[in-house]
Protein backbone atom coordinates (compact mmCIF):
# COMPACT_ATOMS: atom_id res chain seq x y z
CA UNK A 1 0.00 0.00 0.00
CA UNK A 2 1.51 3.12 -0.87
CA UNK A 3 -0.90 5.72 -0.06
CA UNK A 4 -4.17 5.52 1.19
CA UNK A 5 -6.99 6.23 -1.02
CA UNK A 6 -8.85 9.73 -0.80
CA UNK A 7 -12.74 7.84 -1.44
CA UNK A 8 -13.89 5.37 0.47
CA UNK A 9 -15.61 2.80 -1.87
CA UNK A 10 -18.64 0.72 -1.07
CA UNK A 11 -21.18 -1.65 -2.88
CA UNK A 12 -24.28 -1.62 -1.40
CA UNK A 13 -26.30 -5.35 -1.16
CA UNK A 14 -29.85 -5.40 -0.43
CA UNK A 15 -32.62 -6.96 -2.23
CA UNK A 16 -34.86 -4.60 -1.69
CA UNK A 17 -33.73 -2.04 -4.09
CA UNK A 18 -35.73 0.97 -2.34
CA UNK A 19 -33.61 0.25 0.82
CA UNK A 20 -30.40 0.15 -1.80
CA UNK A 21 -31.31 3.69 -3.10
CA UNK A 22 -32.06 4.99 0.20
CA UNK A 23 -28.48 4.00 1.61
CA UNK A 24 -27.18 5.26 -0.85
CA UNK A 25 -28.67 8.59 -0.99
CA UNK A 26 -27.43 9.20 2.93
CA UNK A 27 -23.83 7.96 1.66
CA UNK A 28 -23.60 10.99 -0.82
CA UNK A 29 -24.47 12.77 1.94
CA UNK A 30 -20.82 12.37 3.82
CA UNK A 31 -17.72 13.37 2.15
CA UNK A 32 -15.12 10.85 0.89
CA UNK A 33 -17.60 8.45 0.64
CA UNK A 34 -18.86 6.63 -2.98
CA UNK A 35 -20.91 4.02 -3.81
CA UNK A 36 -19.32 2.21 -6.53
CA UNK A 37 -21.98 -0.88 -7.00
CA UNK A 38 -25.29 -1.56 -5.59
CA UNK A 39 -26.86 -5.18 -6.12
CA UNK A 40 -30.29 -6.78 -4.81
CA UNK A 41 -28.95 -10.54 -5.69
CA UNK A 42 -26.70 -11.63 -3.36
CA UNK A 43 -24.85 -14.51 -5.93
CA UNK A 44 -24.10 -11.30 -8.41
CA UNK A 45 -23.53 -8.91 -5.36
CA UNK A 46 -20.28 -11.84 -3.84
CA UNK A 47 -18.92 -11.44 -7.79
CA UNK A 48 -19.07 -7.82 -7.31
CA UNK A 49 -17.57 -7.71 -3.96
CA UNK A 50 -14.70 -10.19 -5.43
CA UNK A 51 -13.68 -8.52 -8.12
CA UNK A 52 -14.31 -4.81 -8.27
CA UNK A 53 -12.21 -5.30 -3.52
CA UNK A 54 -14.03 -2.26 -1.93
CA UNK A 55 -13.14 -1.19 1.17
CA UNK A 56 -16.53 -1.31 2.48
CA UNK A 57 -19.89 -3.66 2.40
CA UNK A 58 -22.98 -2.77 3.67
CA UNK A 59 -25.19 -6.04 3.25
CA UNK A 60 -28.84 -6.95 4.31
CA UNK A 61 -28.77 -9.92 6.35
CA UNK A 62 -32.12 -11.85 5.44
CA UNK A 63 -32.32 -12.25 1.40
CA UNK A 64 -33.21 -15.05 -1.24
CA UNK A 65 -30.50 -17.29 -1.94
CA UNK A 66 -27.61 -16.35 0.07
CA UNK A 67 -28.22 -14.23 3.52
CA UNK A 68 -25.57 -11.78 4.72
CA UNK A 69 -23.74 -14.26 6.55
CA UNK A 70 -22.91 -16.58 4.08
CA UNK A 71 -22.15 -13.66 1.82
CA UNK A 72 -19.21 -12.56 4.63
CA UNK A 73 -18.44 -16.34 4.58
CA UNK A 74 -18.42 -16.64 0.83
CA UNK A 75 -16.15 -13.29 0.23
CA UNK A 76 -13.79 -14.50 2.84
CA UNK A 77 -13.31 -17.61 0.85
CA UNK A 78 -11.98 -16.25 -1.83
CA UNK A 79 -9.34 -14.19 0.04
CA UNK A 80 -10.87 -11.02 -0.56
CA UNK A 81 -11.49 -9.05 2.97
CA UNK A 82 -13.66 -6.04 3.07
CA UNK A 83 -15.04 -4.49 6.40
CA UNK A 84 -18.41 -5.36 6.73
CA UNK A 85 -21.67 -3.46 7.75
CA UNK A 86 -24.67 -5.43 7.88
CA UNK A 87 -27.84 -3.54 7.59
CA UNK A 88 -30.98 -4.96 8.46
CA UNK A 89 -34.96 -4.43 10.36
CA UNK A 90 -34.36 -7.35 12.77
CA UNK A 91 -32.39 -6.10 15.75
CA UNK A 92 -32.11 -10.06 16.95
CA UNK A 93 -28.83 -10.67 14.39
CA UNK A 94 -26.56 -7.91 16.44
CA UNK A 95 -24.76 -10.66 18.44
CA UNK A 96 -24.63 -12.98 15.33
CA UNK A 97 -23.24 -9.80 13.39
CA UNK A 98 -20.03 -9.20 15.66
CA UNK A 99 -19.95 -12.53 15.94
CA UNK A 100 -19.11 -12.98 12.21
CA UNK A 101 -16.55 -9.90 12.22
CA UNK A 102 -19.14 -7.17 10.97
CA UNK A 103 -17.33 -3.92 11.99
CA UNK A 104 -20.96 -2.48 12.67
CA UNK A 105 -24.42 -3.28 12.76
CA UNK A 106 -27.19 -0.50 11.64
CA UNK A 107 -31.11 -0.96 11.91
CA UNK A 108 -33.33 0.13 9.24
CA UNK A 109 -34.39 2.62 8.92
CA UNK A 110 -30.71 3.70 8.26
CA UNK A 111 -30.36 6.79 10.52
CA UNK A 112 -28.22 9.37 8.68
CA UNK A 113 -26.24 10.50 12.10
CA UNK A 114 -25.57 6.32 13.01
CA UNK A 115 -24.06 6.05 9.57
CA UNK A 116 -22.09 9.03 9.87
CA UNK A 117 -20.69 7.65 13.57
CA UNK A 118 -19.72 4.72 11.73
CA UNK A 119 -18.30 6.10 8.78
CA UNK A 120 -15.97 8.07 11.44
CA UNK A 121 -15.15 4.87 13.11
CA UNK A 122 -13.82 3.19 9.97
CA UNK A 123 -12.21 6.12 8.85
CA UNK A 124 -10.58 6.05 11.99
CA UNK A 125 -9.34 2.09 11.57
CA UNK A 126 -8.47 3.04 7.82
CA UNK A 127 -5.77 5.34 8.99
CA UNK A 128 -4.47 3.32 11.85
CA UNK A 129 -4.57 0.34 9.54
CA UNK A 130 -2.29 2.67 6.78
CA UNK A 131 0.44 3.96 8.99
CA UNK A 132 0.86 0.66 10.19
CA UNK A 133 1.22 -1.06 7.49
CA UNK A 134 3.48 1.64 6.43
CA UNK A 135 6.12 1.11 9.37
CA UNK A 136 5.77 -2.70 9.43
CA UNK A 137 7.25 -2.19 5.84
CA UNK A 138 9.96 0.38 6.82
CA UNK A 139 11.07 -1.96 9.65
CA UNK A 140 11.13 -4.87 7.06
CA UNK A 141 13.11 -2.59 4.75
CA UNK A 142 15.52 -1.33 6.97
CA UNK A 143 16.25 -5.13 8.41
CA UNK A 144 16.80 -6.07 4.54
CA UNK A 145 19.68 -3.38 5.09
CA UNK A 146 21.03 -4.72 8.23
CA UNK A 147 21.72 -8.07 5.83
CA UNK A 148 25.06 -6.62 3.56
CA UNK A 149 25.93 -4.48 6.24
CA UNK A 150 26.48 -7.03 8.89
CA UNK A 151 26.93 -10.04 6.93
CA UNK A 152 23.16 -11.87 8.20
CA UNK A 153 21.94 -14.87 6.64
CA UNK A 154 18.63 -15.22 4.91
CA UNK A 155 17.58 -17.06 8.55
CA UNK A 156 19.13 -14.45 10.81
CA UNK A 157 17.01 -11.68 8.72
CA UNK A 158 13.62 -14.14 9.22
CA UNK A 159 14.31 -13.64 12.74
CA UNK A 160 15.14 -10.35 13.10
CA UNK A 161 12.25 -9.47 11.12
CA UNK A 162 10.15 -11.30 13.99
CA UNK A 163 11.78 -9.89 16.61
CA UNK A 164 10.84 -6.68 15.33
CA UNK A 165 6.95 -7.95 15.73
CA UNK A 166 7.72 -8.59 19.10
CA UNK A 167 7.88 -12.51 18.93
CA UNK A 168 9.50 -14.58 21.72
CA UNK A 169 11.94 -17.39 20.73
CA UNK A 170 9.42 -20.10 21.23
CA UNK A 171 7.20 -18.08 18.79
CA UNK A 172 9.55 -17.95 16.21
CA UNK A 173 10.83 -21.60 16.23
CA UNK A 174 6.62 -22.37 15.84
CA UNK A 175 6.69 -20.26 12.50
CA UNK A 176 10.01 -21.30 11.02
CA UNK A 177 9.85 -24.80 12.28
CA UNK A 178 12.70 -24.81 14.29
CA UNK A 179 13.49 -25.05 17.94
CA UNK A 180 13.89 -22.68 20.19
CA UNK A 181 17.64 -23.68 21.09
CA UNK A 182 18.30 -22.84 17.35
CA UNK A 183 16.73 -19.60 17.64
CA UNK A 184 17.93 -18.91 20.64
CA UNK A 185 21.65 -19.64 19.15
CA UNK A 186 20.48 -17.19 15.60
CA UNK A 187 19.92 -14.34 18.07
CA UNK A 188 23.23 -14.74 19.86
CA UNK A 189 25.15 -14.63 16.39
CA UNK A 190 23.09 -11.57 15.53
CA UNK A 191 24.17 -9.74 18.65
CA UNK A 192 27.69 -10.84 17.82
CA UNK A 193 27.56 -9.66 14.24
CA UNK A 194 26.37 -6.34 14.82
CA UNK A 195 28.01 -5.69 18.55
CA UNK A 196 24.84 -5.01 20.05
CA UNK A 197 24.58 -6.45 23.87
CA UNK A 198 20.50 -7.59 23.84
CA UNK A 199 18.14 -8.53 21.34
CA UNK A 200 15.89 -5.70 23.26
CA UNK A 201 18.57 -3.10 22.33
CA UNK A 202 18.50 -4.00 18.73
CA UNK A 203 15.10 -4.05 18.40
CA UNK A 204 14.81 -0.68 19.94
CA UNK A 205 17.62 0.57 17.58
CA UNK A 206 15.60 -0.39 14.36
CA UNK A 207 12.54 1.12 15.68
CA UNK A 208 14.39 4.50 16.38
CA UNK A 209 15.91 4.20 12.78
CA UNK A 210 12.74 4.20 11.13
Excluded: W
Excluded at 116 to 126: A, L
Amino acid sequence: MNAIKKEIECIIIDDEIEACDRLESLLKKIEGVTVIKKETDSERGIKKVIDLKPELVFADIEMPRKNGFEIVKEIRNQKVYPTFIFVTAYEQYAIKAIRNAAFDFLLKPVDIDELKETINRFTVKRIDKFINSKKENQKILFADKLKNQYSLTDREIEIVKLLLQGKSSKEIGEILFISKHTVNTHRRNILEKTSINSTGELVALLNNSI
